[in-house]
């Protein structure tokens, strides 16, 4: 069997893709040159016929043009999913975003004076309207935003932290290494479990610069326990004239508690006790893009803001419209809750998501599949994104089983699907929670599912 040349495989792309300048195809075309000739030395192939030429190009080209990053259906359960992006944007972040991204903007360019002006002016604002912090700054991330603040506070010099609070977050990134390459020494009290005031006290020095508190955002320690509250340390700091930061990680502008959920301190609360600079992510319970946000006191923002270190963590023009647009949703806790998808999903009531679960069932059973069962569960939605580890959020979801095919199977079909559909795989079904789904997304789950009986060959 004669494989054809790249230059032969360019030409029959071209005919297929008309429209597409000639240039596009030299690397689809070597993609199908090599699978051709893998596919005949392991005998996979014995003749090369024009239909399935015309199909495997087809395949492989329509495969190079499409986009790496591409979304996903979320049938998980997990609402801020670390590996699926994180936080949705709600809506008017969006519109915000793709006005900026399509025009110029007045990014660093102050309209009233005619001038250059801050790209950080575009939401301290807001955030000091909406959280009392005296002074405000964005960067690209929370770690970026605990490494500088580090850095600018006490380079050089010892912070405390109780041995309980060395959390790792993703990645592998740990809070002593942050530390270290942060320039800072690290000086870590108590036990595991329990740490004190006086631990704190004792450990002060003439060395010390920093008193550093980290809120357990994706992980608990439960029974014997002791810490130290965020007042007790902002009063030990105002006694040694010691700064007091707070890396809430997670943060979050709504007390969950007034809604029956568990108690997560919120930004505003931190402040109010006191604490001189508290870091946290925009892109978790927050709701909006990645960001670290750093608030506190004029003094200390200031000088984390003039660190040359500022200049490759900032953030863009696209993350700020998008943050800008998520936080004026706050000025009224409602219309955040309604309209920031990550908060109305953590906050929907279990028989809200019953009826939603019982659409999509109905979905569902309209394709009448040969030899699968589809049926309502209940189901335990996390927060994920390493926030509120404790908290189980009562869920529904669907069930589909298939006679003789294992949810592996079906799993793997799914995330195959464009778009790909991420679902839990249980032992004898696959489950699509739905308090991560978007109504959109019910129709493009039963379209997806349509092409099940062809795909495994169901027959009644």
């Not at 000091?128 to 700054?137: P, S, V």
């Amino acid at each position: 069997m004669r494989i054809p040349s790249v230059h032969e495989l360019k030409e029959k792309l071209a005919k297929l893709f008309p429209y597409y300048p000639f240039s596009y195809f030299t690397e689809p075309a070597r993609k199908a040159a090599n699978l051709l000739r893998e596919k005949f030395s392991k005998g996979e192939l014995k003749e090369l016929s024009e239909v399935y030429l015309s199909e495997l190009l087809k395949k492989i080209f329509e495969e190079y043009e499409s986009y790496h990053l591409k979304r996903v259906i979320n049938a998980t359960g997990v609402i801020v999913h670390t590996n699926l992006g994180r936080a949705p944007l709600a809506d008017e972040a969006i519109k915000h975003l793709v006005e900026v991204a399509r025009y110029y903007s007045n990014l660093e360019y102050n309209l009233v004076e005619g001038k250059r002006g801050s790209r950080y002016s575009h939401v301290e604002g807001i955030l000091k309207e909406l959280t009392g912090a005296e002074a405000a700054l964005v960067v690209n991330n929370n770690a970026s935003a605990v490494l500088i603040s580090l850095n600018t506070l006490a380079y050089g010099k010892e912070v405390i932290v109780s041995r309980g609070e060395l959390v790792e977050i993703g990645g592998s990134f740990r809070i002593p290494e942050v530390m270290k390459w942060a320039g800072c020494i690290l000086k870590e009290v108590g036990t595991t479990n329990k740490t004190h005031l006086f631990d704190y006290e004792n450990a002060i020095t003439e060395n010390t610069a920093l008193l550093l508190k980290v809120h357990k955002s994706n992980y608990a320690i439960v029974g014997f326990t002791k810490e130290v509250s965020t007042e007790e340390l902002v009063s030990l700091g105002k006694k040694r004239g010691l700064p007091v930061m707070e890396d809430l990680g997670s943060g979050c502008f709504v007390d969950f508690s007034k809604y029956g959920l568990i108690k997560e301190p919120t930004v505003q609360e931190v402040l109010k006790a006191g604490v001189d600079v508290v870091t946290f992510s925009g892109d978790k319970l927050l709701g909006g893009p990645q960001a670290g946000i750093i608030l506190g006191k004029k003094e200390f923002i200031e000088r984390i803001r003039k660190n040359p270190l500022n200049r490759a963590i900032r953030i863009d023009k696209l993350t700020l419209a998008a943050l800008e647009a998520t936080l004026k949703l706050y000025r009224d806790e409602n219309l955040a809750i309604e309209h920031i998808p990550v908060l109305k999903m953590i906050l929907s009531k279990p028989e809200e998501i019953k009826k939603k679960a019982q659409k999509l069932l109905r979905y569902l059973r309209d394709l009448n599949l040969p030899k699968t069962r589809v049926y309502l569960v209940s189901t335990v939605a996390k927060t994920g994104g390493g926030a509120l580890p404790l908290l189980d959020i009562p869920s529904y979801g669907v069930a589909l089983e298939i006679e003789g095919i294992s949810p592996q199977e079906i799993q793997k079909y799914l995330r195959e699907n464009d778009p790909p559909i991420i679902a839990i795989a249980e032992e004898n079904a696959i489950v699509f929670d739905v308090r991560t789904l978007f109504d959109e997304e019910f129709s493009l789950i039963k379209e997806a599912l349509k092409n099940l009986k062809d795909a495994f060959e169901l027959t009644p």
